[in-house]
């Protein structure tokens, strides 16, 4: 095992540049989840926590959420200020693990390790984030639903580094995260959904059913062109398009795919009464 730690981001980035294979990490805490079911000798770290001071504020204003790449869990459940503005950034942190984990992870760590079932990544779609890369040849930024293109596979380049993810301030008509486990908290996500609609229209983005977190585009155009659903398996026939469950140790496809429809059902026919 090799772990590399930069004191300046141009250092990072330099080492990046030089070596594809190094991986960023900060809490660490996705990597002591695999760290029995991977070779010590092919594991090459790019530490970032030196970097604190550069990249762990949070930057709240008028027009948007700014969370630094070192940005921990606890850093939002700590600010009234942004769980005010953000309230299911809140809720979602208070699910990822105990608090040991919630003060050492962070979003962009979440972000990064791509996991189908992260919750940090759900609240933050559906939220409309984007993700801000740095390289030495300079910056890009990429619409978080745009990110992954598979399984653990994203547009970041192997030179490149999430530095800090941005989220806008809107004005919010509806916003529900809900996350199905096998207990009520300190689980991974058998099924996890978020909706919220702002002046941008709607989004419906889901874990745990498909190889990355995702969108459901197809129901969220039927919610836009006013779409009457008499029962869930109307939901479930449309998400059909959107999603892909699988069965694994913690669930099964079918599972799945009938909370998800029922719980979309439901919360629309409490919400949004002509549904029912």
Known sequence: MRVLRPTTLNEALEMLAADGALRPIAGGTDVLVSWHDQSKDDLNLLDLSPLRDRLGPLQLTDDFLELGA???????????EVTSAFPLLAEAARQVGAIQIQTRGTWAGNIGNGSPAADGVLV???YDATVILQSQAGFTEVPLDRYYIGYKQT????????????IPRRRREHEW????????????????????????????????????????????KALTNGKVFQDSKEIRQLLDTDIAPIDDIRSTARY??????????????ENLPQTS
């Not at 070192?70 to 009234?80: E, K, N, R």
């Not at 486990?181 to 959904?193: F, H, P, W, Y």
């Not at 983005?205 to 129901?219: E, G, I, K």
């Open 70 to 80: 070192l940005t921990t869990y606890y850093d939002v459940i700590a600010s009234p």
């Open 124 to 126: 933050l779609m559906a």
């Open 155 to 166: 547009v970041r380049r192997p030179e490149q580094l999430i530095i800090a993810i941005r």
């Open 177 to 220: 995260f809900h996350k199905v486990g096998a207990r009520s908290a300190l689980t991974i996500s058998k099924v996890g959904i978020v909706v919220v609609k702002d002046e941008q229209g709607w989004r419906v983005v889901v874990n745990s059913v498909a190889p990355f977190v995702c969108r459901c585009r197809a129901f969220e």
């Open 256 to 269: 799945r795919a009938t909370v998800l429809s029922k719980l979309l059902y439901f919360w629309l026919a």
